[in-house]
């Protein structure tokens, strides 16, 4: 009886630590806390994929006209930081169908790699609550930075002539030469994500 | 013809982002009584509000850059709608509330504004579907119908990917033969979620094509200078913004067009993130009824104290005119750039109580407008009008174009300043009482110009129309030699002095001074004619010919040309050329009565040429 008990209850244990190995599992393959889901639907952890580079992430969504406008400047520090970074834009809104995600990168003339967010598992994972928003990941996965990508907006329909601060480059840089400082946390200014739960 | 006057038109314009419009709520939440205290709904508590005030401009086509027109539009935008009404962003609406009401007045009170946060904080529910009022309906097409006469923009002009903001001169060519009367304009500027703002224009001596590299190709340039031909100065405001519906102008207070005016429609331009082609149209919308009313823009204006240091923050600038006349003010359009901060309009009556017409506490260009009365403000004579603008060239202030911060003074470009207020105003006195009453303020106005800032050029000039208007020569002679010694050698103003001296009968003079036009700008109609006409009283007929005939090369239209031409040809005794010009012009004005008494005369005396 006693050696039954002391079974069970390494039964009943074990169970529980399969578990937890399991979902870890499950979260690489299916819905990881830090994956988001491909134009083709295959779910993609950005900060793996980024193969060795520091992964950006920017969270966007289609109809958010401050997330927009920043799309040149994101192409361009995209394209200048190619050699150490990898960039990524999340669309955290579950609406958002991968033909309209297609069309946008289109429009804007986004070469950036796309990833859905419908969960907002990736949101949540950088704790990210604005479109635009960055994430800087070091090439080991560590979040650097997160916040704007710069100060151009000072409130939403209040823009600057031009940006005086420039807190995203600025972490790459950081995060690739170390030479710089790396920015502090900075809140962004756009359209809400937690509108879109 | 007389010397022509100038008015100088302001434009300005805009970026945005959300564009919610608004007006007053009617209904009160059950809230307000906690007794009564309910849940907000979206359909029976939100979807009032934002039919009315959001959906004009966040629907499909319009300028909000997504729609608010559905329970999952606004839950999808829910804590940015409610951020931004709570900062009072959106709806975009500058003017504080005051004694005078505007039309369209966009402001939400705070009771309204509340209500987005508690239908937040109460879970955002739907509510009953019975609430739910019927959605608005947006004409797609033209407001007003079909217009009488659509033109549009000779070329597109792209507007880049990123950068700050762009400003954009459209010139349309309305191809009139005979002079209509417009009753309302509906302008259609393309892409409106790149157009910020609009100013339209009326150009009626062409003036503005003179800017263009090629016809048709559109110029940059942020403020419109006008010439005017003759003093009838265009005293409406033309204005755009989103969400606009145009307004017909009261029956009696059309607006008249000429052959060969132009329209010139300056637009105020952001980049969205990709570039876009903008190709604006307008459309015409004609009475047969002539204007018995004429409103006059006045501006109050102090761009000489615009001298603003690095780093101040607290940078006053003001103006007072006092009124020689009773006027009604119809409407009022405050113009400064990216520094100005506080701009105050008021009016103190000669009883001496003061009210104030204006008031905006955060001015933000982007959001400019005209803004009319919703009843006339009646100004009588002796009332003086005010205005008050404040500065802030701090690095405090967002909008500020330099980082750091750098002296400002006036100027035309987006990195200078303006401190300007016009006032829509219509003279209460008949005009056949002592002519055309709004040349009185017109006079006056000018004059408190030139007082106030001896190298104010506009001022000079357009006061020496007014004067050589009431015959003052002498006087006129003086104020154009003044602004032709701010501005040397500008045509304009050459042809403008060429002609005072030429209607006070100083021949040599005129022609010296028409020569100096013509020669500043051999493609000046006015400046040919007129110094043809000087050597034709001066009996220098073959110059007067050559003159005239290249007059005519630049309008072949002109009747006036062809008939002086054909009394030059007469008076240099050649008959038959001198017919067939007189011909001509009537031709072109079968009612010209010196054309016709010249051929006749001609006729009767040598009646085989």
Redesign the interface.
Known sequence: MFSANNCLARIRFLPVLFGAVFLSLACVSFASAQSGLSIEGKSVDPIKASQGKIAVLIFVRTDCPISNRYAPTLQKLSADFQANAKFWLVYPDKRTTPQQITEHLRQFHYSISALRDPAHSLAKFVSATITPEAAVFSAQGKLLYHGRIDNLYVDAGRARSAATTHELKDAIESAAFGKTRMPAFTPSVGCYISDLE | MTASTKRIAVIVTA????ALCASQLTRTHAASNPSEEIRVTFNRDLAPIIFRSCAPCHHPGEAG??SLLTYGDA??????IA??TQ?R??P?WLPEPGAFKFNDDLHLTPEEIALFKKWIDDGMTEGSPSDLPPAPRFNSGWHLGEPDLILHADSPFEVP??G??VYWNFIFRPPLEKTRWIKAIEIRPGER?LVHHANLIVDRSQSARRQEKSPGSGFAGMELQIESETFDPDGHFLFWKPGTIPEPEPHDMALRLDPGNDLVLNAHLQ????AEKIRPAIGIYFTNEPATKFPLLLQLQNDRKLDIPAGEKNFVVTDEFELPQSVSLLAIYPHAH?LCRDMLAQAKFPGGETKTLLHISRW?L?WQAVFTYKVPVELPAGTKVSMRYTYDNSDAN????N?PPQRVIAGNR?TDEMAHLWLQVLPNSNATESGDPRRVLQEAISRHHVENNPGDFEAHYNLAVMLQLRGEFPQSIEHFKLALALRPGDATVENALGGAYFASGELPQAITHLSAAVHARPDYFDSQYNLGLAFANAGQFSQAIEHLRAAIQLRPQDADAEANLGGAFAAHGETKEAIAHLRRALELNPQHTLARENLETLLRDSPNP
Not at chain 2, 15 to 18: A, G, K
Not at chain 2, 75 to 80: G, N
Not at chain 2, 398 to 401: H, L, S, T, V
């Open positions: 970026s945005f982002l959300f850059p997504f839950k999808s935008h829910a804590r940015q951020d931004v900062k962003i959106m975009p990917a990123s700050s903001d979620r980049p969205s993130g990709k990216y933000d982007n967002p909008a500020n174009p980082s987006a």
